[in-house]
């Protein structure tokens, strides 16, 4: 019976939260939760044996002797339905344990336990525990959990709360009866994205801000890769020690050399990999003996070559999870951080970029390469930047987090080719976008492109539509291009977020301005005639054949003067949200003169987002900094459209989680499993409108649209109904039914 139940866990496709998986602590280190398994008991016997005898947990529960043992190993007895355990294990080790125990009378209600040994107690893993025991529940139909606490033990309570779970208690003499309704509030939900975006902080900052750096393959000749690693550490001035490692060298670059990791004498928190694939997993090993927090694994050879090199990268991934390391790639180009206080360029890319406050990840090394060398070119200032590489351990997701809490950071950019989680990838955009702006370029938009990412590193290629629905409802800024990308990024960068659509065209040659009006319009940007003061004031300076309307020229010879008095008057209309500045340079102007004056009146532009076009081949002058300046008037359309696109999506209202009644999800899964049964991806018309239903949203009318191209598209036109499209929980509804829908879909390919 045991055997099959286990067997069932490992085989239950339908909730992967069953699976074990790793979670990442307030300090930063990983520990892998699983769920407990006969074979796990003595284990269990032993965690309970190091508990101290006088642990109110023993006192308590009355563990003690050989009948506490047994009672405590029988945690391992699942029985599926009634009794479930998960374990918390760290190398090997089991560190704390949840249980619970179905009520025979009640069966929404479970009696719950759980314990952390002490010396990881105060980490937040107790919190974890409950938090995956609740959502195992949930999917069991467990709405309640009920605890006795001793009264003696307040932490217990607290525990419950800090997963945002609302708690009821009533105290019994010495003990507190606590009674937790575990359903996923907003409350709930919001606690969680917290804890995970501190711990996935704090286990970056191990990553990013090393106290101390080792170079593994170190290689002697320039022109390596680990050679150039080695020369761009030692030239950006990496503030800590750097170890370079080679057992065929005593010194490079005037280092003194160490002929393996184990050697180094001082402590190491950093080691960068780039020895030849086979030597990887020795490598691995003594970082783990070592006791290093973080790897960068430049090599490659793994996920991205096949099936064995999968199984390869998997049993790496394993190795660094049992130990708690952070990794990024493998196959990768590396990370860089231009803190002034860590100064790490651990790649082998030529360019260190100027410090500034955007941020990059890249999934692809070589353009990663390209990216960091055209930031420097735009002089668009980097915090970090991080080559994923085959995203085995750290992801977008991961990074994303820590770029949300990062002091130096204001807009994330991402290059991406694949999602390994696109579900989570979108609950944290989500949220993060609501404070810092993400702008995201996703290859693989032709069946072409998504069959080279494919194969490119390893990852799955997903459905461009699906993509570009995932990443609209999560407010991430699309671009189409890499060009656009950086066009946006600059302008989020130095400038504040529009307000609105209204622009204003300041110009010195009548055709750009109208071209710049035609490619706002196209963009959907509106250009309001400027307000009577405004026009009155520009004309009281500018000569008679001015045109004052909006674009605003000021005709070929303006000077300096006139390009800042009417930036002045412009900023001063209440009726503008954001300034479109075009410059022609014509023979007697100063260039650089009128980059100074409007990058000075920039400076006081009330609130309003300026961008520029200096329409001269040698670009605009550096005195325009930060000003963003574009050679033309349609890209600097597009990124000022992109920035109030994503200003509309930041001050709309976040809407909540609704309450969902009468679900009914068993005839939902039976849908779902049928379509899947019968393969081909996608589900009928009258499948989906039942499967809508059976989330509680109504389906008003439901027609067959003679052209049905995908499955994001055609459930629109049910779903459509005037006036209740207004409403954003009902969207929201909808969003995550529609969500539903794709995931299965994806998961079915
Ligand atoms: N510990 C430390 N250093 C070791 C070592 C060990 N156990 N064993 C060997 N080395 C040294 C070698 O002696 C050599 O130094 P040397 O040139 O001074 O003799 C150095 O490590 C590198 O080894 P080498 O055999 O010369 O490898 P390589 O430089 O030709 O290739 C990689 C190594 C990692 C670059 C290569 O395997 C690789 O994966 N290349 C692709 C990387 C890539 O494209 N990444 C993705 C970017 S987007």
Redesign the pocket.
Known sequence: MREAIADTLRKDPLYPAYEASDVVLRTGATVRLRPLQPEDRDAVERLHARLPADSLYFRFHRFRGREGADRAAAVCDLDYEDRYAIGAESNGRLLGLAVYDRSAEHRDAADVVFVVEDAVQGKGLGTHMLERLAEISRNRGISVFTADVPAASPRVVEVFRDCGFVVEQRAEGDIVRVRVSIRATHAFEEKAADRSERAAAASMARLFSPRSVAI??????RG???AEILHNLVSADFTGPIYP?????SEIEGLRCYP?VGAITGDLDLALI????P?VD??VDECVEKGVSAIVV????FGETGEEGRQREARLLEKIRRAGIRMVGP???GIVNTDPAVRLNATFAPAYPPAGRVALSSQ???LGLALLDYASKLNLGISTFV?V?NKADVSSNDLVQYWAADPRTDVILLYLESFGQPGLFGRIARRVTRRKPIVAVKAGRSRAGARAASSHTGALAETDKVVGALLRQAGVVRTETLEELFDVAALLANQPVPRGRRVAIVTNAGGPGILAADACEARGLELPPLRRETTEALRSFLPAAASVGNPVDMLAAAPPEHYARTLRAVFADPGVDSVLVIFIPPIATDTDAVARAIAEEAKRANGKCVLTIFMSAKGAPAVLHPVPSYAFPEPAAVALSLAVEYAEWRSAPEGGIPELHDLRTEHAREIVERSLARGGGWLGPEEAAELISDFGIAVIFARNAPVVTSLPEWPAPALTCPGLSEDRDWRYRSSRAIGLLRVRQVWSV
């Not at 593994?216 to 000749?221: C, S």
């Not at 490692?245 to 060298?249: E, K, R, S, T, Y």
């Not at 430049?298 to 050879?301: F, L, N, P």
């Open positions: 593994v393959g170190a290689a002697r000749e390596k890769i680990g490692v080679n057992p065929l060298a393996s780039s020895v030849p694939q030597l020795g490598v430049i090599t490659a050879g196959n990768c180009m692809s090394g070589a080559s590489g």
